[in-house]
């Protein structure tokens, strides 16, 4: 190799290495934050969080399944006890009784600060009467039986109030000690894990350790026949992320391998195949660590559409060896590249539209596609030139080329077939215009049907929280926030009492505001004060006042108790309940009391309109999470076909200022929208509702396309396009409907609507350009 060619693979060997270095420190992510957006609204901001750090994120429900009822209660007795002393899980639960046993003893400790029956009329002589003769009649139910040894320290009953708002709504059927499914098939836990649900790392842990940990149970006599079920959110980003991973390295690799059969056979020189990589190695790695600086973060899904764009990327070198072939670099570079560059402008622009996006998965992609393009482009021009040397070409380009022509010959015979379709395609599209699109968010996800049916037949068992309507508060500091939470609780309450909700959960109902507490306190009653109104309510009553001593003492050490804080609540699992629903933020701090639907509510839904009366100047932000991401889902939609068409008209615009000819513009750009319109028109008629990333595989199909067209734009010049030039085109083609249309076949939604949307689209935009072209008789 002569001086210049070792220089130019020098530098490109050290670009590479810079490149590696900064790819090593880059953090790729496959969690929500794809669909999350990056400048959210108030009531965005609270779905956020919730995703990434709110309890519901970190929940994992458990079901054992197979033998009998005791053999299930046993595995999950063993189960609770080989997990509940794991730092990485903060509670293990599953209905056996002793694990109320810490809660129980705070809450009757600290009754009288908790809760909210404490008033002065509660410790009145008639109050004391009601209260004492209600506990007295409770006795008698089999509830009443679990708190009859309390009746002395306790006999207004405050612990029965409290014990029944730790499970309040809907509760697990119980067998044999534990919680089990409805149909008492399944015996079944919950599990909250330590790591946020953002943190798949950890979620991934603690879902390893909770299998490992049952493989073990299963090892013991009796109890080789159980199977472990599992949901939750934190292993549906687990498994969208293995899925995510496995996908991309196994479409690569099929596609690489086809492309290496295919390039090998046009090719037939190793050389020629290992030069061909520069370009596309460059673009990848130079994409991917762009992406990375500007963003923070990679997503999973950006690099495997990246990895659709080897196809793309690979054009640009077949270009190179193809037409350079017989004419030499510097005819190619003066001849072709003004060409290939004017296509790259196009991707650029139609790409360059998405950075604008507040959608990050959808600014990823377009600075993805634009580094990517750039980055091959000017390889292949500058770089590979030299890399190469003279005459590392295709010598035999214009033998295998000439095959092609007769099909661009007669490809004019296809106007009107393909004007038909189009035609068609355009009256079903204006008939379907309703159903084409795709109104949630949830066709992007990842979760299977049978995934998701799973979670609702395990949420419903456990009575789990799926938080999709909540109030959410913030205030300046914790006390403020605990008040603001007992303001909105007791706008709240009527609805409850109503049958309007089902419930609510408040940090106020186990972490009171300090002036709560002090009010409350100051409700009881002197030590003999108590005494007397005890004895005048308890006359001829069945429970003598000279048993409540404990009571009074109790009464006693409540009014001289410092305030309850929350590091009291440690150890007790309450101080967990509280966190989730009192957090701190940068600005202050945030309260969210999640409603629950009344149990004879239609669905899961609860009357929105009464709640935002009900709350109204209580300073709390009602949310319908569920109404957010169908908000989002729509905003996303607008937008993006917004972007879409600032791009599809920067391309326009540009490509008018190069040919200045509304005739060979026409010929340029309508085979691309046609291209466009019988995808849309077939993946519909074929079942397919459309999502953001067809859109986004639209848009990739005029980019992509407009290469194309330009090389058949040179026809309207006069130009014959020569045989090298034809096979570059076809192979160019082939390449990048391999590339992007082995993703066709992907389970991840993403993915998938980008393969069937790019795959044919670019194929259609290939003939299309072939038989429209604009043919202006050679001199």
Do not use: C
């Amino acid at each position: 190799m002569t001086r210049s060619v070792w220089r130019a693979l020098l530098i490109w060997l050290a670009a590479m290495a810079v490149g590696l270095g900064l790819l090593w420190n880059t953090r790729f992510s496959a969690d929500v934050s794809f669909f999350l957006p990056s400048k959210p609204t108030p009531e965005q901001a609270v779905m956020v969080d919730q995703l990434r750090e709110g309890a519901v994120s970190r929940l994992l429900m458990l079901a054992i399944v197979g033998g009998t009822p005791e053999q299930r209660a046993d595995a999950s007795r063993a189960l609770r006890a080989s997990l509940k002393d794991e730092p990485s899980l903060d509670t293990v639960q599953n209905g056996e009784a002793d694990a109320m046993d810490a809660a129980r003893d705070f809450l009757l400790d600290h009754r009288y600060v908790l809760s909210s029956a404490v008033t002065p009329e509660r410790f009145s002589v008639e109050g004391l009467r009601s209260a004492v003769n209600h506990s007295v009649d409770l006795l008698s139910s089999s509830a009443g039986l679990l708190f009859k040894p309390y009746l002395a320290r306790d006999p207004t009953g405050e612990l029965v109030e409290l014990v029944s708002g730790l499970n309040a709504g809907v509760q697990p059927n119980e067998q044999d000690g534990v919680w089990a499914s409805r149909d008492g098939e399944r015996a079944m836990l919950v599990v909250q894990t330590h790591a946020l649900g953002s943190d798949t790392d950890g979620q991934a842990a603690a879902i390893d350790l909770i299998r490992e940990r049952f493989a073990q149970v299963v090892q013991q006599p009796g109890l080789q026949a159980l199977t472990l079920e599992m949901s939750g959110p934190g292993l549906f980003a687990v498994r969208a992320r293995a899925t995510i991973q496995e996908e991309v390295s196994r479409l690569s690799l099929i596609s690489t391998a086809i492309l290496a059969v295919m390039l090998g056979f046009v090719y037939r020189r190793g050389r020629l195949m290992l030069l061909t990589l520069v370009p596309v190695l460059s673009g990848t790695l130079a994409a991917i660590v762009m992406v990375g600086l500007v963003h923070g973060t990679v997503f999973g899904i950006t690099v495997g559409f990246g990895a659709a764009l080897i196809g793309e990327a690979v054009d640009y070198a077949i270009y190179y060896f193809v037409q350079s072939g017989r004419q030499g670099v510097g005819s190619w570079r003066e001849q072709y590249w003004p060409t290939i560059r004017l296509g790259v402008l196009t991707s650029v622009l139609g790409f360059g539209a998405l950075l604008f996006s507040g959608f990050p998965g959808l600014a990823q992609l377009g600075l993805y596609a634009i580094t990517g393009v750039l980055t091959a482009a000017l390889v292949t021009r500058y770089l590979l030139p030299q890399l190469a040397g003279p005459g590392v070409h295709l010598h035999d380009g214009a033998r295998q080329g000439r095959l092609l022509r007769p099909l661009v010959k007669h490809a004019t015979v296809l106007r009107w077939p393909l004007l038909a379709l189009v035609l068609a395609s355009s009256v079903y599209l204006v008939q379907e215009r309703e159903g084409v699109w795709q109104s949630d968010l949830s066709a992007l996800s990842t979760v299977s049907q049978a995934e998701g049916e799973l979670d609702a037949r395990l949420r419903g068992d456990l009575g789990a929280p799926d938080a999709r309507y909540m109030a959410v508060i913030t205030a300046p500091d914790r006390e403020s926030a605990l008040q603001a939470a007992e303001r909105a609780g007791a706008k709240l309450r009527p609805l409850v009492e109503q049958g309007l909700i089902g419930g609510f959960d408040t940090p106020a109902r186990f972490l009171p505001s300090e002036a709560t507490q002090a009010a409350r306190r100051a409700s009881l009653p002197a030590p003999e004060e108590l005494r007397e109104r005890l004895r005048s309510a308890l006359v001829d009553a069945p429970l003598p006042a000279d048993r409540l001593q404990p009571f009074l003492d109790d009464v006693a050490a409540a009014r001289q108790a410092p305030n309850l804080t929350r590091q009291d609540l440690e150890g007790t699992g309450l101080g967990l309940a509280v966190d989730a629903l009192l957090m701190q933020r940068s600005n202050g701090w945030s309260v969210l009391l999640p409603l629950r639907p009344s149990a004879e509510a239609a669905g899961a839904d609860i009357p929105v309109a009464a709640v935002r009366e009900a709350l109204a100047g209580s300073g709390a932000l009602f949310i319908d999470l569920k109404g957010e991401f169908d908000t989002l889902y729509g905003e996303y939609i607008d937008e993006a076909i917004v972007l879409s068409l600032a791009g599809f008209l920067a391309i326009v615009v540009a490509m008018a200022f190069v040919q200045r000819s509304a005739l060979r513009l026409a010929s340029v750009m309508l085979p691309l929208v046609m291209a466009v319109l019988v995808v849309i028109a077939g993946l519909h008629f074929f079942g397919v509702r459309l999502h953001l990333l067809h859109l986004v595989g639209m848009l990739l199909t005029v980019a992509v396309g407009s290469n194309y067209a330009l090389f058949f734009d040179r026809l309207a010049l006069g130009e014959v396009l020569d045989d090298e030039t034809l096979l570059s085109i076809g192979v160019a083609s082939f390449t990048t409907v391999i590339g992007f249309g082995v993703l066709a076949w992907s389970t991840v939604p993403v993915l998938h609507a980008i393969g069937v949307t790019v795959g044919p689209g670019a194929v259609l935009a290939l003939v299309l350009s072939a038989a429209f072209a604009v043919r202006k008789p050679a001199p």
